[in-house]
């Protein structure tokens, strides 16, 4: 399978200020990127791309007085097969885990494990160990939250979201990760494509998704508090331990963001690319390498 996935983003800067953006295909998927533009700027400024001590990569800019546009646009090559499943998966004891999981189960900026704690094993407690724990935790905050994009709060935390019963895909993350931590089982935050394949279109605009990985039986799986059932397509940008780690912009500075447009979807039911999302086909078609 083709997924065809970009994003077009502008912002207006009242002065020069650094950028540091989190928008390209997490290093992971590098191999499945068939076809790609460049990261192109409007006006044209540089870029450098390092690794943060998640593993992403983070791109580097200098933003001009003004406005700046991001564009990116790529063809990934995909499986197709939905989430792995293991209802089998086990819990790793603490002593054993491998030394780079134990931060996952730290609290963090947006995952006070400290406020959810006995809650956590007031509910989970009981349960058997393993993936029917996290899928429980992930039935919990799927049913405790109701979904809306009017919800959106950069401030919002797991605690919160909780007591609100509100939020976005990040709260799902967030309340899940946290409860995961709380229960000793290593969870981290995941940002990315996750396009209406093999599911009924969404009429609301696209955006990037928030999930999370919880480490079972050695290695990381996938879960999905909000949706709740396995997708086919996810590309991730980013991994850390919560949304801050991976915001999309982080600018040194106020900045205002005056243009936001993200697509992906299997590409043979759009053969012809996307205008409906405001591509320059002739910016972007030659640069496709």
Same mark, same amino acid.
């Given at each position: 399978? *083709? $997924? /065809?996935?970009?994003?077009? $983003?502008? $912002?207006?800067?009242?002065?020069?200020?650094?950028? #540091?953006?989190?928008?390209?295909?997490?290093?992971? +998927?590098?191999?499945? #990127?068939?076809?790609?533009?460049?990261?192109?700027?409007?006006?044209?400024?540089?870029?450098?791309?390092?690794?943060?001590?998640?593993?992403?990569?983070?791109? &580097?800019?200098?933003?001009?007085?003004?406005?700046? /546009?991001? *564009?990116?646009?790529?063809?990934?090559?995909?499986?197709?097969?939905?989430?792995?499943?293991?209802?089998?998966?086990?819990?790793?004891?603490?002593?054993?885990?491998?030394?780079? !999981?134990?931060?996952? *189960?730290?609290?963090? /900026?947006?995952? @006070? !494990?400290?406020?959810?704690?006995?809650?956590?094993?007031?509910?989970?407690? =009981?349960?058997?160990?393993?993936?029917? +724990?996290?899928?429980?935790?992930?039935?919990?905050?799927?049913?405790?939250?109701?979904?809306?994009?009017?919800?959106?709060?950069?401030?919002?935390?797991?605690?919160?979201?909780?007591?609100?019963?509100?939020?976005?895909? +990040?709260?799902?993350?967030?309340?899940?990760?946290?409860?995961?931590?709380?229960?000793? #089982?290593?969870? /981290?935050?995941?940002?990315?494509?996750?396009?209406?394949?093999?599911?009924?279109?969404?009429?609301?605009?696209?955006?990037?998704?928030?999930?999370?990985?919880?480490?079972?039986?050695?290695?990381?799986? %996938?879960?999905?508090?909000? =949706?709740?059932?396995?997708?086919?397509? &996810?590309?991730?940008?980013?991994?850390? &331990?919560?949304? %801050?780690?991976?915001?999309?912009? =982080?600018?040194?500075?106020?900045?205002?963001?005056?243009?936001?447009?993200?697509?992906?979807?299997?590409?043979?039911?759009?053969?012809?690319?996307?205008? @409906?999302?405001?591509?320059? +086909?002739?910016?972007? %078609?030659?640069?496709?390498?």
């Amino acid at each position: 399978m *083709l $997924i /065809r996935l970009g994003y077009e $983003i502008a $912002i207006e800067c009242p002065q020069p200020m650094a950028v #540091i953006s989190l928008l390209d295909v997490n290093p992971d +998927r590098k191999h499945d #990127i068939k076809r790609q533009t460049k990261v192109l700027t409007s006006p044209h400024v540089q870029s450098s791309v390092y690794r943060d001590g998640f593993g992403n990569a983070c791109r &580097r800019f200098m933003a001009p007085e003004g406005g700046l /546009r991001i *564009l990116y646009d790529a063809v990934v090559e995909d499986s197709g097969e939905p989430d792995p499943l293991n209802t089998l998966a086990q819990e790793t004891p603490i002593q054993d885990l491998p030394p780079e !999981t134990l931060v996952f *189960l730290l609290g963090s /900026r947006y995952c @006070e !494990t400290d406020h959810l704690g006995d809650l956590a094993w007031g509910l989970f407690g =009981h349960l058997p160990q393993g993936w029917v +724990r996290v899928q429980a935790i992930c039935d919990y905050v799927h049913n405790r939250l109701s979904f809306g994009y009017g919800y959106a709060r950069a401030t919002r935390t797991a605690a919160q979201a909780h007591d609100e019963r509100v939020g976005v895909c +990040r709260d799902f993350a967030h309340l899940a990760i946290t409860l995961c931590r709380c229960m000793n #089982i290593p969870a /981290r935050y995941v940002n990315g494509y996750l396009g209406d394949i093999g599911v009924p279109p969404d009429p609301a605009p696209m955006d990037f998704n928030a999930w999370f990985e919880a480490f079972l039986d050695g290695k990381w799986y %996938t879960f999905d508090a909000r =949706h709740n059932v396995p997708r086919i397509g &996810r590309v991730v940008v980013a991994r850390g &331990r919560d949304a %801050t780690d991976v915001p999309l912009l =982080h600018s040194f500075g106020a900045h205002k963001l005056t243009t936001f447009k993200v697509w992906t979807y299997e590409q043979d039911s759009h053969p012809a690319g996307p205008p @409906e999302h405001g591509i320059d +086909r002739t910016l972007t %078609t030659p640069l496709l390498a």
